[in-house]
């Protein structure tokens, strides 16, 4: 089954299901399933980070074309690493756009290997951080081999793509052992400076 396919499938049925959420910052959770890439690819092969974006972006729009792209947060399942194909899975969340619904953001969890579960509904728009747009400009082994040649090429467990809610905003990496956290090291998209997350 195509991933194209089987997430907007996934999309309109929790969009269904979605209509009973009830109070303000309550989320309606769908029993999880998955879609994978189509036969062309193989299951071993693994999707850039700006082609699950993509994907993901494509789904969301058929049902909230007005949505933005707010934070994408990796992890690596087995721990610590250096090697960024690790960071295999995915938090995406979009704030929907819509005055309209009382759904406010979408929360999807997938992988690299072309997985997608179904989406998680919130009734508040995701904050503190500024909209993303449509591309994401390094990969995560990009930016992580700028944050090696500044000095900081420790193991980590968690990447982010996030623009902080700052005077001066830049689309960033961070590089965290604490998901969200301040523990580790900012790689700005767009010059290449690397900074503490929080410094």
């Not at 619904?101 to 904050?127: C, F, M, N």
Request: with cysteine; glycine share 10%.
């Amino acid at each position: 089954m195509k991933l194209r396919n089987s997430v907007a499938a996934i999309i309109v049925a929790c969009g269904l299901a979605v209509t009973g959420i009830a109070g303000t910052g309550a989320a309606q959770a769908a029993t999880p399933a998955s879609a994978s890439v189509g036969q062309g690819v193989r299951a071993a092969d693994q999707l850039s980070l700006q082609q699950l974006l993509d994907a993901a972006a494509d789904e969301v729009h058929m049902t909230f074309p007005n949505a933005t792209l707010m934070v994408a947060d990796g992890s690596s399942p087995s721990g610590k690493t250096q090697d960024m194909s690790q960071v295999t899975d995915w938090r995406l969340v979009y704030n929907t756009g819509d005055g309209a619904s009382r759904i406010k953001s979408v929360e999807l969890h997938a992988t690299l290997e072309g997985e997608i579960d179904q989406p998680t509904y919130h009734t508040s728009s995701w904050a503190g951080v500024m909209p993303i747009s449509d591309q994401a400009g390094l990969t995560p082994d990009e930016a992580y081999s700028i944050l090696q040649d500044a000095g900081h090429g420790d193991a980590y467990q968690y990447v982010s793509l996030v623009k902080p809610l700052v005077a001066r905003p830049h689309l960033q990496y961070h590089f965290s052992n604490i998901r969200g956290g301040c523990d580790g090291y900012a790689v700005n998209v767009d010059d290449l400076a690397v900074n503490p997350i929080c410094g």
